[in-house]
Nanobody
Framework: QVQLQESGPGLVKPSQTLSLTCTVS??????????WAWIRQPPGKGLEWMGV???????YYNPSLKLRTSIARDTVKNQITLQLISVTPEDTAVYYC??????????????????WGQGTQVTVTS
């Protein structure tokens, strides 16, 4: 059974860098999906697409977050990582990783993705 599991610090201080990892289990990234996205949901708000990375390493970012976001993948460890620099309380959200066979820039509809992680809560507070 394929699973995506997000992990990382639950609390981050303002101005610091948020680092999250999405670990894929049950299958190898090399034989699975072609695209891996990060999506977040701030409290009381809708889903926000942050960016996506292809298996080959190409990245695409939400223009509003591009200057602060970096997504990478490690096909040996079966992991996708997210770094968000200079965080503020507005970055408080549940962060999800998701996998798809096709490139879907900006997509936040859950059913469009083949797999979603359970999400991890990140709170930015001093």
């Amino acid at each position: 059974q394929v699973q995506l599991q997000e992990s990382g610090p639950g609390l981050v201080k303002p101005s610091q860098t948020l680092s999250l990892t999405c670990t894929v289990s049950g299958a190898s990234m090399a034989t699975m999906f072609n695209y891996w996205a990060w999506i977040r949901q701030p409290p009381g708000k809708g889903l926000e697409w942050m960016g996506v990375i292809s298996y080959s390493g190409s990245t695409y970012y939400n223009p509003s977050l591009k200057l602060r976001t970096s997504i990478a993948r490690d096909t040996v460890k079966n992991q996708i990582t997210l770094q968000l620099i200079s965080v503020t309380p507005e970055d408080t959200a549940v962060y999800y990783c998701a996998a798809s066979k096709t490139l879907m820039l900006g997509a936040t509809v859950v059913d469009l993705y083949d797999y979603w992680g359970q999400g991890t809560q990140v709170t930015v507070t001093s």
